[in-house]
């Protein structure tokens, strides 16, 4: 009686020759980032030597490298591996502690409206605040010594864009989704679980990415004023006023690398947990 | 498909006025008087200018929009309990699926809301996709069909409960004239075949008339019944009822009925009406 509609999309076949394909594209897609990359570092490298300019203006790339691999385990400054896992390691319980209020925080904003009018002016009007001040507070309230104190002003920093975000995607969904499920006569739990949450994680993973980079700010700032010694923050502090800036740079480059990794993880997650997001679809 | 006797409407609306109060502004009246019955595997079209308060019609049904006053009765009980009990299937203008779950699992959500167990889930989910050729696409997700697949989803996920009813809010609009006839005939078969109630908001002359066992023709400012037309075209109906005569006379009745309107004889202000809400809600798909 009726045709057989004929489908627009066929089913994906087995991976075949289209899958070595991909990776060569994708190969070429970063090619000219790599190549302004590497060609940055050499030209670093060239003009610093051509210039001859002192190290404490302005090291080479090759004497951070030598820096980093002749402080690794220590010397006249704490060890650089170990220091940069004691400031992951704060970043992380900090990133954690953010992440898990912030989350809280706006499951009650998105649930009571009065919890909206009470608590997101205030979580604004603190974003407004210049948090890296309270620092010196934290120490005071957590202990010098003690790692809550790089912690908490990591939590702070990542709290804001968590609540920010989260409370979005619970909030802006598509109100047909809602009436669909109303007509199923679903609970506003049910409606929670299977509407508002699926449809924040992407907003989730945006703010944890920028939130990874947040925490290992805080913590490092959180370290220049001061706590123990075998962390980032104190090796750049302390060797830049030993003036050895090659060991500076070279616990900069160690941050970066480890505020990178801290990143890819997080994109890791993203794809593991939200293959279907727009941003993420490889067809 | 249940032991209730024929004669007993699936709906029966008494009555029902609707107004809407925003802010200071005055009410507006969006329907008026709205009484209708809908009788057991009936096909009911309700048709009219944009304002006329169709969509808002099937929300009352649905018990999705309370009515300001008048009864509305499905399967022999208000319509609140009906919703409660899961009588109703919903299908919207957009498909409304969930971009994180495939097609298959889109199509359990009512089972899952109703708490059906997770064998006869899948069992029921793959049924309805088989109902809608859709079964080699169990495992894709929403954004890598087309438009028409998507919106034969949401058809399968509105029949996985076996609602008593089943309301579609101008499910088609949205789609290409000739997709949009193709649904046309889906549709027709899987009604024929379910034997499902159907109440289908639209303004489209020439679906209401191909699909509708009666088309409900309604005017606007405010929302009133103005006429209820017989489809008397014989069933099954195909591409080829598009072509008979009877069809013709049967399209120019409910354009007559939507033009009749007092110091407008010609009835250009509704004509114009129709043409533009249809243009607007394929623009924005939105609701009208």
Excluded at chain 1, 59 to 88: E, Y
Excluded at chain 1, 190 to 214: D, E, G, M, S, W
């Amino acid at each position: 009686m009726t045709a057989p509609a004929t489908p627009a999309v066929r089913p994906r076949g087995p991976a075949g020759p289209g899958r070595t394909q991909a990776r060569i594209r994708q190969a070429v897609f970063y090619l000219p980032a790599v190549i302004v990359f590497v060609g940055g570092i050499v030209l670093w490298e060239v003009v610093v030597t051509a210039l001859g300019l002192r190290q404490f203006v302005l090291p080479r790339p090759s004497a951070i490298v030598t820096a980093l691999i002749d402080n690794w385990s220590g010397g006249r400054f704490p060890g650089l591996g170990v220091s940069a896992l004691n400031t992951l390691i704060e970043s992380l319980g900090g990133l954690l502690i953010g992440t898990i209020v912030g989350v809280a925080v706006a499951f009650a904003t998105a649930r009571f409206a009065t919890a909206r009018g009470v608590l997101l002016p205030i979580a604004v009007a603190a974003n407004a605040v210049p948090i890296v001040a309270f620092a010196p507070l934290f120490n005071n309230w957590f202990g010098l010594l003690n790692p809550v104190s790089k912690m908490a002003m990591a939590a702070v920093l990542v709290f804001f864009p968590i609540t920010a975000n989260v409370t979005r995607g619970l909030v802006q969904v598509e109100p047909a989704s809602v009436e669909l499920m109303r007509s199923y006569a679903a609970s506003e739990w049910t409606i929670l679980r299977k509407v508002r949450i699926p449809n924040a994680l992407p907003y989730f993973f945006t703010a944890l990415k920028v939130a990874t980079t947040l925490a290992l700010i805080g913590a490092i700032i959180a370290e220049y004023f001061g706590g123990q010694n075998r962390v980032l923050g104190r090796v750049i502090v302390e060797s830049a006023s030993a003036l050895r800036f090659d060991v500076t740079w070279a616990a900069i480059l160690l941050a970066a690398i480890t505020g990178i990794v801290f990143y890819l993880v997080i994109v890791v997650l993203e794809r593991l947990f939200i293959p279907w997001h727009s941003s993420l679809r490889t067809d | 498909m249940s032991t209730m006797i024929d004669s007993q409407p699936v709906v029966r609306l008494q009555g029902v006025d609707k107004t809407f109060q925003r802010g200071n502004q005055p009410e507006t009246v969006a329907l008026e008087d709205i009484s209708l019955e809908i009788r057991r595997g009936e096909f009911v079209s309700l048709i009219g200018p944009s304002g006329c308060g169709k969509s808002t019609l099937l929300r009352i049904i649905g018990d999705l929009v309370p009515p300001t006053r008048g009864d509305v009765i499905v399967n022999g009980k208000p319509a609140a309990r009906a919703r409660q009990d899961r009588d109703y299937g919903m299908v919207f203008q957009a498909p409304v699926l969930f971009d994180w779950r495939t097609v298959e699992d889109n199509v359990k959500l009512p089972l899952e809301v109703q708490g059906v167990d997770r064998v006869r889930r899948t069992g029921r989910a793959r049924e309805m996709l088989e109902l809608v050729e859709l079964q080699e696409f169990l495992r894709h997700y929403p954004y890598q069909l087309s438009g028409g697949m998507q919106q034969r989803v949401a058809i399968a996920r509105a029949l996985a409960g076996e609602p008593a009813i089943l309301l579609m809010d101008e499910p088609f609009g949205a789609l290409d004239e000739m997709t949009r006839e193709r649904m046309n005939s889906e549709v027709l078969r899987i009604w024929e075949q379910t034997g499902t109630t159907i109440v289908f908001v639209t303004h489209s002359i020439p679906e209401a008339v191909f699909l509708s066992s009666r088309v409900v023709v309604m005017s606007a400012r405010p929302g009133r019944i103005r006429k209820v037309i017989d489809v008397d075209l014989a069933r099954p109906r195909n591409e080829d009822t598009r072509e008979t005569r009877r069809y013709f006379e049967l399209v120019t009745e409910v354009r007559e009925a939507l033009r009749a309107r007092r110091g407008d004889p010609t009835g250009q202000a509704i004509e114009d009406e129709l043409a533009i809400s249809a243009e607007r809600t394929l623009a924005e798909g939105s609701i009208g």
